[in-house]
């Protein structure tokens, strides 16, 4: 297992393992890696001939009073989950790397990146749509994995490859869930035992949308009005948003179609969790 620090060298590992033949894969992480993480390694591990995970916690696509501080950090761990999974390569650059003085340059989606997430986080998309840039650059990755949980956020990444033209394609894997439908999450360390609890309400949610969908309801206003009830059972938990949009643009829809997302965000204490489900 290689240790990245640098934009050179990790394009210098990337050009070299180019030059051996097969595709080279990105997973970008901040790290605290989990089984959610690990499917989206073995996923790159076995369409690529080389992958690289990134482990990098980014101070731009976190708010003023949010977590970046006390965000989990295991980097020995990390490491080797990510070996054990097929990894060839860590890149783990300081901030300075990525964002040195006088940085000015940033990206941002126009419109995608202040829906859903973006409206509750201010700022956060366009932290991610540029770091995510400046790794897909350094990387010169064939492929970039990504999870499903954070479905708003691929939607503003696809779109950023495809107005930049950018040459990687994103690949997005499904959700990992804790056996009782829990879905992964970093910030699930975050959680007491009665708040853990609680936090069950979002995939009991995310389930009861499914099943009315399942059984053929279409209509926006019966779906939303389900899933609010199901959060009602658990007052305790605020809800940031219920959503039910198209996955490409994020705007509500009335009537779910294929591709449509239902997404929703709560506060559990006070840990923000996400979760979805994308109709096929």
Request: glycine share 8%; aromatic share 6%; proline share 4%.
């Amino acid at each position: 297992m290689e240790i990245l620090q640098t934009v050179a060298e990790l394009r210098a590992w990337s050009r070299e393992r180019r030059g051996q033949g097969g595709a080279i894969g990105l997973v970008p992480t901040m790290g605290a890696l989990h089984a959610g993480h690990a499917s989206l390694i073995r996923a790159a591990s076995h369409a690529c001939a080389h992958v690289v995970v990134s482990i990098f916690v980014n101070p731009t696509q976190f708010g003023p009073n949010e977590d970046f501080e006390r965000y989990p950090r295991s980097f020995g761990e990390d490491c080797r989950l990510a070996e054990a999974e097929g990894a060839e390569a860590v890149f783990a650059p300081a901030v300075e790397e990525l964002y040195p003085a006088g940085a000015a340059t940033y990206v941002e989606v126009s419109g995608l990146s202040v829906r859903l997430d973006g409206a509750s986080r201010p700022g956060h998309f366009r932290g991610v749509a540029t770091v995510v840039t400046k790794l897909l650059a350094a990387a010169e990755a064939d492929r970039a994995y990504f999870g499903q949980k954070d479905a708003a956020q691929v939607a503003v990444l696809r779109r950023m490859v495809a107005d930049l033209r950018l040459g990687t394609e994103l690949v997005v894997c499904p959700i990992v869930r804790e056996a009782d439908g829990l879905a992964l999450s970093s910030r699930n360390r975050y959680l007491n035992e009665a708040e853990r609890a609680q936090a069950l309400v979002l995939s009991r949610a995310v389930r009861r949308v499914e099943a009315l969908l399942k059984a053929g309801e279409r209509r926006a206003e019966v779906l939303l009005a389900a899933a609010r009830a199901t959060f009602a059972t658990e007052p305790e938990v605020r809800v940031d948003y219920v959503e039910l949009v198209d996955w490409g643009t994020l705007e509500p829809v009335e009537t779910a179609a294929p591709g449509t997302l239902f997404a929703v965000a709560a506060w559990v204490g006070a840990t923000r969790l996400i979760d979805n489900a994308v109709m096929g």
